[in-house]
């Protein structure tokens, strides 16, 4: 238990499909992250949102839009992806905006059919 | 560009200790983190270095030469439960992290 919990933990979807993946964190931490991870690449930071606001885009496609409704919830609404979309999606956070020590919850496995 | 390279895959065998090499070149130093994550589950927090030298956490250890740009992480008194993957990332002077594609550790009986 990292106090980070996402949902759902595997998605297959098509490449019309719309869908959201959920974070939420129980540790009143400030910040938190989307990060795609693919297999032997490193972590690719997506988006990061301090105090509920987004401080970080890594020219992320806009089929990927996230939301952070508040500093416990992150999400991240899929619409219309590619097949080289599939990854696990990791959401993370941390008490400052500027990375530090940073608790990752068990990630979403998404599949792109 | 900013880099950071360690093994893809490593291989040792229980009870013996096994080190795994990080180099980096980044814009910047704010830090080193190991993590440690296991298939199918969340990375976690193993060390943090920021000056020279090494940490010292129980089974692990963790060493920094920021003038080399190189740290690595000691594994001792091997168990099958350290399978797993350990990524290497430093915080460069934008407070960025960068990570490298991780060590996949293989411990054999």
């Known amino acids: 238990e990292t106090g980070v919990t996402q949902t759902p933990r595997h998605l297959v979807m098509g490449m019309t499909n719309k869908k959201s993946l959920k974070c939420e964190q129980h540790?009143?931490?400030?910040?938190m992250y989307w990060y795609k991870q693919s297999a032997k690449k490193p972590l690719e930071l997506m988006f990061v949102?301090?105090?509920?606001?987004?401080?970080e885009n890594n020219s992320v496609p806009s089929r990927f839009s996230p939301e952070c409704p508040n500093s416990s919830h992150l999400f991240l609404h899929l619409h219309t992806l590619q097949p080289e979309d599939s990854a696990l999606y990791l959401c993370a956070s941390s008490q400052g905006g500027d990375a530090g020590e940073l608790f990752f919850g068990e990630g979403s496995r998404l599949t792109v059919l | 560009g900013q880099n950071i390279d360690q093994p893809t895959e490593m291989t040792a065998t229980e009870g013996a200790i096994v080190q795994i090499n990080c180099t980096y070149q980044?814009?910047?130093?704010?830090?080193l983190f190991w993590y440690q994550q296991h298939a199918g589950e969340a990375p976690t927090f193993l060390s943090y270095?920021?000056l020279d030298g090494l940490e010292e956490k129980g089974r692990f250890s963790s060493f920094l030469s920021r003038s080399k740009g190189y740290s690595y992480l000691l594994l001792k008194e091997l168990q099958m439960k350290d399978s797993a993957s350990y990524l290497c990332a430093v915080l460069d002077s934008n407070y960025q992290l960068i990570w490298g594609a991780g060590t996949k550790l293989i411990i054999k009986p």
């Open positions: 949102y301090n105090f509920k606001e987004q401080t």
């Open positions: 980044t814009s910047g130093f704010n830090g």
């Open positions: 540790l009143g931490h400030n910040a």
């Open positions: 270095n920021v």
